[in-house]
């Protein structure tokens, strides 16, 4: 299976049957996952700001975690105010955003960019998130996805953000042999 369709996947199965996306090049698999489900659908916004605002809406109709989709960079970039808004407002909510190539991504600290459009969205959103993280092994999704779907909405509820690079989210993966985050322990 390929990875990007165990995250759409993932969330229809939890009840999301809406997700506010804005496509881009960097969530392309994320966005084509959708072609392959009917169990949620894609509901393309005019801006990402407008997606993770009509994301909030949604959550707060629904009960559940909102959830937005943008591409690496200025997408990325453009999800922070709703972001912000979801964690000063106890909102749970995830969010989604494309990353470029993994083997573009900057190698060190001094340099500023390799790949076009990389971002360390991760390192901008820390500050007004519950969790934020760039996911780098595919084996790793479940795990983090679960994570974020706990973590949002434990005790005072707020926003997690996934990044994941576009090779990632072609990756195959066996979602049988894939690990899970364990709720239990992480409240003890």
Not at 57 to 72: E, Q, R
Not at 103 to 128: A, N, S, T, W, Y
Request: aromatic content about 10%; overall charge negative; hydrophobic content about 45%.
């Amino acid at each position: 299976m390929k990875l990007a369709d165990y995250v759409i996947g993932f969330l229809a199965d939890r009840g999301v049957d809406k997700i506010f996306v804005l496509y881009g090049a960097a969530n392309g698999h994320l966005i084509d996952a959708f072609t392959r489900t009917n169990k949620t659908e894609y509901i393309a916004t005019m801006h990402e700001q407008g997606a993770g605002f009509a994301a909030e809406g949604w959550g707060k109709m629904k009960g559940l975690p909102g959830v937005a989709i943008a591409t690496s960079g200025p997408g990325a970039l453009n999800l922070v105010t709703a972001v912000a808004n979801f964690f000063y407002d106890s909102v749970p909510g995830i969010f989604i955003t494309g990353q470029i190539n993994s083997k573009f991504l900057r190698p060190h600290p001094d340099v500023r960019q390799v790949g076009f459009q990389e971002c360390d969205v991760v390192g901008v959103v820390q500050p007004i998130t519950k969790s934020a993280i760039m996911v780098s092994r595919p084996e790793d999704i479940r795990y983090e996805l679960e994570r974020a779907w706990f973590v949002s909405q434990d005790k005072r509820p707020g926003p997690c953000v996934i990044d994941i690079p576009i090779d990632i989210q072609k990756a195959d993966i066996d979602p049988d042999a894939l690990l899970g985050f364990d709720a239990g322990a992480a409240s003890a």
